[in-house]
């Protein structure tokens, strides 16, 4: 069922703008989540965890790529890890 609405053009401009800035905000928010691969600091935060909890699943097998003392994880890497240790 389609249905019309009819709304002055001042406000279906100011609702086109308010949906524009809501949706960069959330792009600028969200982008480091769109990488393939992460920091530890951005992978703790990708999922929710303290530095120290991130170094314990590393500890506990979370994989971690150390090039010229440069960290980075693997997004796959990470959802992998929290997939096989969900119960």
Do not use: Q
Request: proline share 1%; aromatic share 10%; net charge negative.
């Amino acid at each position: 069922m389609l249905s019309s609405l009819d709304i002055s053009k001042d406000f279906e401009e100011h609702l086109t703008n308010l949906i524009l800035s809501c949706t960069n905000e959330m792009l600028k928010t969200n982008i480091p989540f769109l990488k393939e691969w992460f920091s530890l600091a951005e992978a703790a935060t990708y999922i929710g965890v303290s530095h120290n909890t991130l170094n314990k699943f590393r500890t506990m097998g979370l994989k971690v790529c150390e090039i010229d003392g440069i960290k980075r994880v693997s997004k796959k890497e990470i959802d992998s890890f929290l997939e096989n240790r969900s119960f």
